[in-house]
């Protein structure tokens, strides 16, 4: 039901040890925030890229319309920081008069948009070869290893198990609505919805407890009990991403 | 023909942030934020993820079927999320959740089921990001379920109708949740002349135009579904106040 998920079981980097792709994505997200000049973003986005499509496998097709997703959020909020108004007359600000206030751009504002607008898809490309090379299973192992508290995994993992189970259900009741004319209209749509949304409440209020009586006819106490897939460590990736790494931290220093 | 070019981009620019609004608004996208500022929202928001935690393990030793109601809580938050509700507007646009989830499970749980629920969306669904989780979460999952929780009970104190008490508690838990957005993207960006407060201003004043609509969408949508439980599944819904 999401891409992102299918290609996370069925791409090439699966078999790597989750907590190596972890750490790469999340070092070099922590370099695509602090670094100062744009360049580094840029590279970043480049190498990333490379990897997710190229190594990974991941049709460039989807990866680019990925990025489309934050591209309204990024559009909207790089087109305010640019933005200047104000009622005191600059010399380097460009744009309208209306009513003693000026509404417009500055050199200094265009610039500071254009960076933040690259780091912000640079550090995408970080989530993104996260999110397309590692299964959230995996991603669990890897909280359970840096001893997050068992409550809070047991929970990420509960969450995750029946995201697919309601939306299957949603879809289900969402059809059946429609063929009756559910949503035929502003009205009855309002209407459709909130019995779908009242529904499905009841129905995960009950799926919980069927959930609980059953785990607890095998045995259930406290903790769920999962069987792990072991990963052996990838020392190719390993150093791969740490020369990556460090070339970005001197480039950094450097520049 | 430097006046009509202007004049141009910020039409276009407004346009496109306008229509672009609806979708996922309220979400800070991944690196958006320095990195002092998406450090300093972690920082902000750990506590409440604490003691949710806390307070959810206490309800959990006394009647441990609740940990698989607040998992699927999760899910089913999640799943709401990615309904489509029309606006008043006419546009569509996602429900998140806020007031319905505080009202059933209090501020404390939804301070945890909110982080995992945005976490989800941005391993799933690329929206939001890993490092402005910290910022998304204290806004949606902090600060709109107080608001949200908070009017609630005071409406019902005062005896207030439940479906205003409802209404109320939806509708200001959604908008309270874009102020604060707009107020951290405003503290990380500074308007050049005057500060901080022009620049909330100026992010509020995008937000508003495309959150109004949808929260009083939001509001409508849960008195619906709170008139629904409350007619047909009382029992749940009394059993449901142990997790206060």
């Known amino acids: 039901m999401f891409s992102i998920d299918q290609y996370a079981y069925s791409n090439r980097l699966k078999n790597i040890h989750p907590g190596e792709k972890v750490a790469f994505a999340l070092v070099t997200l922590l370099i695509a925030l602090v670094a100062p000049r744009p360049l580094i973003p840029a590279i970043i986005i480049a190498l990333m890229a490379g990897a997710t499509i190229g190594i990974a496998g991941i049709p460039a097709r989807f990866y680019l319309q990925l990025f489309l997703v934050p591209f309204s959020f990024l559009v909207a909020g790089v087109a305010m920081i640019a933005l200047t108004i104000t009622s005191q007359p600059q010399a380097s600000l460009k744009g309208v008069t209306l009513l003693g206030w000026t509404l417009g751009f500055t050199p200094a504002g265009m610039h500071l948009a254009g960076k933040i607008f690259l780091k912000s898809l640079g550090a995408a490309a970080c989530l993104y070869f996260l999110s397309l090379t590692t299964p959230i299973v995996d991603i669990l192992t890897v909280l359970r290893q840096l001893r997050v508290p068992a409550l809070l995994v047991d929970l990420i993992s509960l969450t995750y198990r029946f995201i697919f189970v309601l939306l299957a259900t949603v879809n289900d009741i969402y059809t059946a609505q429609a063929s009756r004319l559910g949503y035929a209209s502003l009205r009855t749509s309002y209407h459709s919805l909130g019995q779908l949304a009242a529904n499905l409440f009841i129905k995960t209020y009950r799926r919980s407890q069927e959930l609980f009586t059953a785990l607890t006819a095998r045995g259930y106490h406290e903790e769920l009990q999962v069987l792990e897939v072991a990963y052996p460590f990838s020392w190719p990736f390993l150093c791969l991403a740490a020369i990556f790494d460090l070339v970005l931290v001197i480039l950094m220093l450097l520049t | 023909m430097f006046r009509r070019t202007t004049w141009l981009t910020l039409y276009l620019l407004l346009a496109m942030a306008l ?182 201003l100026k992010f509020m004043g995008i937000f508003a135009v495309t959150q109004l609509p949808l929260a009083i969408s939001e509001g409508i949508l849960t008195v619906i579904v709170f008139n629904l439980l409350a007619t047909y599944n009382k029992n749940e819904l009394q059993e449901l106040s142990i997790l206060d």
């Open chain 2, 19 to 200: 229509l672009a609004g609806p979708a996922f608004a309220m979400h800070i996208a991944e690196g958006f934020l320095p990195f002092n500022w998406a450090a300093f929202w972690f920082v902000v928001v750990l506590p409440f993820w604490f003691w949710g935690l806390r307070s959810i393990q206490q309800t959990v030793k006394s009647n441990p079927g609740l940990k698989m109601l607040l998992g699927l809580a999760g899910a089913y938050a999640f799943v709401l999320s990615a309904l489509k509700i029309p606006s008043v507007t006419g546009s569509c646009s996602h429900p998140t959740g806020v007031g319905l989830g505080a009202i059933l499970f209090g501020p404390a749980a939804m301070s945890i089921l909110g982080g995992i629920v945005l976490l989800f969306q941005a391993l799933l669904l690329a929206h939001g990001g890993l490092s402005t989780l910290g910022a998304n979460t204290f806004s949606m999952a902090v600060v709109g379920p107080f608001v949200a929780y908070g009017l609630y009970r005071l409406v019902r104190r005062l005896n207030g109708s439940m479906a205003v008490a409802v209404f109320l508690a939806a509708t200001l838990g959604d908008l309270m949740t874009y102020v604060t957005t707009s107020l951290q993207l405003a503290l990380a960006f500074p308007a050049q002349p005057g500060g901080v407060l022009a620049s909330m």
